[in-house]
């Protein structure tokens, strides 16, 4: 609206005045490079509240300055400053006051909103208390209803429960007598799978037997065989001992014979 615009032309131009003075200030910082007065503000904040110590040190800082330009300079990085937080200032003002007006907008429309609400409301009301009112009468009318039919509907599940009743005895009966017979059949089931068992256990302990006669026959053949081989292989092994004595013997003579018919031919013939 009309305030919000006001409000933003006065804060327009005082941020242009503050840009307008800032700008100036920076202007007048000849001889001041951009590093120097970096070193100047970092010293300035190191010993702020004491003020000689900061005029020594900034002398060994900048030795080609007198104590009077370093004051000068101070002055103008104090009046920047100023400046610069007025700016910062000035912009947080108008903030507060944009957002307070906004919410002073904010509040009326709301109000206006909460009339037409709680009209609306009203509308609502009535309309429900006809509604009330006509669902009531029904109400009415249906649990009468209701009334009567419930009545019928409990003498009837009173004689719906004695059938049932009834037949659940009968029920009960018949699974008791089905019960009964069930155990007998059971138990002769059960007499009549031990009989097999037993048979089939002593079948079982028949064959084991049979199968460990069958095992220990073959064990005793397996035995004789083995017996019988070894004896002819002592057999076969004494006639080759033998036949290996008779070679050697029949090689003894025949060497004996080569050498004396060796010694026949060396004696000197007798005329």
Sequence with gaps: GEELQRLNDQVRGELAALEQEISELRRKRSGWDEDANFRFVCIKKQFQGRRDLMIDRLSLEFPHLTREQLQAHEAHVDALRFATQKQASAFRQWRRDRFNLLRRYQGKLEDKQRQQDLLQMRKQEMQEQRERQRQLHGKLQNERARVSAKREERQRADSLQRRQRDAEEQEKEEAHRRHVQAVKEAAAEHQERKRELNAKRKEEQAERERREAEERQRRL?????????RREMDALKQREAAQR??????ELREREHRLEQALERLRPDVA
């Design 221 to 229: 053949e397996k035995n004789a065989e083995v017996v019988r081989m």
């Design 245 to 250: 004595r008779q070679e050697a013997e029949q």
